[in-house]
């Protein structure tokens, strides 16, 4: 199996060296991932300036390529500036849950989505940040539920999110809106923006959200096409 990694917190994410351990008992392992932070940049790409790609060393003989650009950029340069063919794209692990709305604005999904663009079946993997460092230690868990049950054969896309001392894991849909956002002014004409988890996520057990704080690993098939198919069908001969 050939493996390609991003991570969206950047090159230097503390985590990012340990998933590149635990993938090397799968395959053979690519690490490309953003020269600096890039939370938020869902699947934006940059193709009207040049990129700034450099091979470095991540840890003691472990290597990747610092590309000067977004996660789905990462796996472009990966599928096609390397010109190699993977079986499979990790991305995370995310420092803080991709779950519900947040889903489209994740770099973290984003890798994935644009991986699947490319043909190439894909993981997202996130946490808690309190979590981070521990939660490596889940990934033999959440590989053996993708194996055993053969999740790859129903769906090319997953979205995991891993609590802390998670209870088991749970097949999930997204949820809704799992933050409250707001502007707020800084000073002049400066805002920020800044938000609250929500604390009523409706009962739903099979969301993401409410499985993840119900500690279980939510585990989302994801799809990237936006058609909506159910309406495509019932207005295709119009």
């Given at each position: 199996?050939?493996?390609?990694?991003?991570?969206d917190?950047g090159?230097?994410?503390?985590?990012?060296p340990?998933?590149?351990r635990?993938a090397?008992?799968?395959?053979?392992v690519?690490?490309?991932?953003?020269?600096?932070?890039?939370?938020g940049?869902?699947?934006?790409?940059h193709?009207?300036r040049?990129i700034?790609?450099?091979?470095m060393?991540?840890?003691?003989g472990?290597?990747g390529?610092?590309?000067?650009?977004?996660?789905?950029?990462?796996?472009?340069?990966?599928?096609l500036?390397?010109?190699?063919?993977y079986?499979?794209?990790?991305?995370?692990?995310?420092?803080?849950?991709n779950l519900?709305?947040?889903i489209?604005?994740s770099?973290?999904?984003?890798a994935?989505?644009?991986?699947?663009?490319?043909?190439?079946?894909g993981?997202?993997l996130s946490?808690?940040?309190?979590?981070?460092m521990?939660a490596?230690?889940m990934?033999d868990?959440?590989?053996?539920?993708?194996s055993k049950?053969?999740?790859?054969d129903?769906n090319?896309?997953?979205?995991?999110?891993?609590p802390?001392?998670?209870k088991?894991?749970?097949?999930?849909?997204q949820?809704?809106?799992?933050?409250?956002?707001?502007?707020?002014?800084s000073?002049g004409?400066m805002?920020?923006?800044?938000?609250?988890i929500r604390?009523d996520?409706?009962?739903?057990?099979?969301?993401d959200?409410n499985?993840v704080?119900?500690?279980?690993i939510?585990?989302?098939?994801l799809?990237a096409?936006?058609t909506?198919m159910?309406?495509?069908?019932?207005?295709?001969?119009l």
């Amino acid at each position: 199996m050939k493996i390609l990694i991003t991570n969206d917190d950047g090159i230097r994410s503390p985590v990012l060296p340990l998933l590149a351990r635990w993938a090397q008992q799968l395959g053979e392992v690519t690490v490309a991932a953003p020269k600096v932070e890039q939370s938020g940049k869902s699947q934006a790409i940059h193709f009207s300036r040049e990129i700034e790609i450099t091979e470095m060393e991540i840890a003691p003989g472990l290597t990747g390529y610092a590309v000067d650009s977004t996660p789905a950029d990462c796996v472009r340069f990966g599928v096609l500036g390397l010109q190699q063919k993977y079986d499979l794209i990790l991305s995370g692990i995310n420092r803080g849950y991709n779950l519900g709305d947040d889903i489209v604005y994740s770099g973290t999904c984003g890798a994935i989505f644009e991986g699947a663009r490319l043909g190439v079946k894909g993981l997202a993997l996130s946490t808690d940040p309190a979590n981070l460092m521990h939660a490596p230690e889940m990934l033999d868990r959440v590989w053996e539920f993708l194996s055993k049950n053969r999740l790859y054969d129903h769906n090319p896309l997953y979205n995991v999110n891993i609590p802390e001392s998670p209870k088991g894991l749970r097949i999930t849909k997204q949820g809704g809106m799992f933050f409250c956002d707001t502007f707020i002014r800084s000073k002049g004409h400066m805002y920020v923006q800044s938000g609250d988890i929500r604390k009523d996520t409706g009962s739903d057990p099979t969301t993401d959200i409410n499985a993840v704080r119900a500690g279980l690993i939510s585990v989302t098939p994801l799809i990237a096409t936006r058609t909506e198919m159910a309406v495509f069908e019932q207005l295709k001969d119009l």
